[in-house]
């Protein structure tokens, strides 16, 4: 019923920049929070940003400065805007969403299917 799809990732050098979005699609009373994860090879998947429905965010500390996420309640759409890239960034980043749905209403997170960042150094 609801569909999360990532685009934005690939292939930078270390210092560049990338930004992802993640459209939700689907039929959905509201949007609550937004949030970017993301998941290296051989490790758990980790916070990155989070925003609110009132647009508070919060960030994880290894991104904090560089990392900017936002969104567009209009396009039902979070972005995050990645500045000064690392080694360290390299990941497969998932989009995740608090979704409101009816009959009956009802609070999901739900998950994107993820999108590759690489960092070369």
């Known amino acids: 019923q609801v569909q999360l799809v990532e685009s934005g990732g690939g292939l930078v050098q270390v210092g560049g920049s990338l930004r992802l979005s993640c459209v939700a699609s689907g039929s959905f009373f509201s949007i609550n929070y937004m949030a970017w994860y993301r998941q290296a090879p051989g490790k758990q998947r980790e916070f990155v940003a989070f925003i609110s429905s009132s647009s508070a965010t919060r960030y994880a500390d290894s991104v904090k400065g560089r990392f900017t996420i936002s969104r567009d309640n209009a396009k039902n759409t979070v972005y995050l805007q990645m500045n000064s890239l690392k080694p360290g960034d390299t990941a497969v980043y998932y989009c995740?969403?608090?979704?409101?749905?009816?009959?009956?209403?009802?609070?999901?997170?739900?998950w994107g299917q993820g999108t590759q960042v690489t960092v070369s150094s």
């Open positions: 995740n969403a608090g979704v409101t749905t009816m009959s009956p209403s009802r609070t999901d997170a739900y």
